[in-house]
């Protein structure tokens, strides 16, 4: 039984009740049953426990976290007695949604009282997809009319948008949904997006990488939208047209495991499933490591910038560059802040590739 787990999320008026309509449709037609959490915020106000109602804000983002939490896991629970082959369960918001509702010491008591860290209570969720507000280029869409709980100004919708996507900054899969496009068009590119994720061949590959010169860390980590994230990644010994690698990511001495494979046919086509592991089953998959491959160790900065979502990988051989990946859709041009030097675009080359940096990193281009 294959089980994935993802969030649909984003500021007020972004679609998301269409949106569970459209993922309904299209995936069962693909051989998935669709399991359905709904929003905790609307089931806790609508019976009368509101922030404003309850002693304090953090009183009440208690209550709501832990619902969130045994909601959630009560689904997975059922999920596993289910006869089906495929579940999706889809979220309508996560537990890091709450943080954009909370200030900083709320937030790390809530994680002090659940015994939690950030890193597991961001990353349990195979992907979280952002819909953004329609205050934010689509502003003649914003609506209150269906929704009577919707309050939030133009101004005040785009902000809360804005804190949304800085409280899921950093989870491996996060996906920006904007509104360049209409809003039928929207929910294609949500379910393409959704397609790569879940293993299945998508419309386009929009990932760009680019060389750049080494960023000012300092600049990075006063980002409020910026996370920090170790990565240790190190690949199997694989049969021909297979590659397989695990990796082992996370932050503050908390880590969670993955294991990668990517299967390549005849025709060029490349098949990508991801899957997370257990500690001990991680230690396992290392005793299978292609010893002619070096492991690869990086600090990666993930940060969200107009829109865009950006990752900056810093590697302990390159004292004066790194690079940085961007995914693009369509034509779209990368936006890069003024603080980021770009020395050139390096999608494709092999040489730049984590397979083939393993094997012989690249000489830095700067004197």
């Known amino acids: 039984m294959e089980i994935q787990r993802v969030v649909i999320t984003g500021g007020p008026c972004a679609g998301k009740t269409t949106a569970m309509s459209w993922i309904q449709n299209a995936f069962s037609q693909r051989g998935y049953t669709v399991l359905f959490i709904p929003e905790t915020a609307t089931e806790l106000i609508s019976g009368g426990v509101c922030p404003w109602t309850c002693g304090t804000n953090l009183d009440y983002q208690m209550c709501q976290m ?9 689904f997975d629970r059922a999920a596993k007695t289910m006869r089906a ?4 369960i889809v979220c309508d918001r996560g537990a890091m949604d709450n943080k954009a509702y909370m200030n900083d010491q709320e937030f790390q008591t809530v ?34 009319a269906n ?16 804190r949304l996507i800085a409280a899921w900054s950093g989870h491996p899969h996060l ?46 980590e006063s980002l409020p939208g910026c996370r920090k994230v170790e990565i240790y990644q190190t690949y199997l010994l694989s049969e021909d047209g297979v590659s397989r690698r695990i990796r082992q990511r996370g932050a503050d001495g908390y880590y969670l495991y993955y294991e ?30 292609d010893t002619a491959k070096g492991q690869i160790r990086k600090t990666r900065y993930v940060l969200t910038m107009q829109q865009q979502s950006m990752e900056i990988d810093l590697y302990p051989f390159w004292q004066k560059q790194a690079l940085a990946k961007i995914a693009l859709r369509g034509t779209d041009m990368p936006l890069f802040p003024q603080q980021i030097r770009v020395l050139r675009e390096v999608t494709g080359e092999k040489a730049f590739r984590n397979s083939s940096m393993a094997v012989q990193p690249p000489k830095e281009e700067i004197e």
Do not use: C
């Open 66 to 74: 832990e619902l969130q939490l045994k909601k959630e896991a009560l």
């Open 85 to 88: 082959d495929k579940i999706l």
């Open 111 to 144: 994680l002090e009282r659940l015994g939690l860290h950030e890193v597991e209570l961001r990353d349990h969720y195979n992907a979280v997809f952002h819909l953004v507000t329609a205050a934010n280029g689509a502003v003649e869409a914003y609506t209150f």
């Open 147 to 162: 929704n009577q709980a919707r309050y939030e100004s133009v101004e005040e919708a785009v902000k809360l948008d804005d």
């Open 175 to 220: 996906k920006i949904i904007d509104n360049s496009t209409g809003f039928e068009q929207k929910m294609h590119r949500l379910l393409d997006e959704m397609t790569q994720v879940l293993g299945a061949e998508g419309i386009y590959n929009n990932e760009h990488k680019y060389l750049i010169a080494y960023p000012d860390i300092r600049w990075l």
């Open 260 to 289: 990668m494979t990517k299967t390549f046919s005849q025709e060029g086509k490349v098949t990508e499933t991801e899957r997370r592991l257990s500690q001990d089953e991680y230690l396992q998959r290392m005793m299978q490591a």
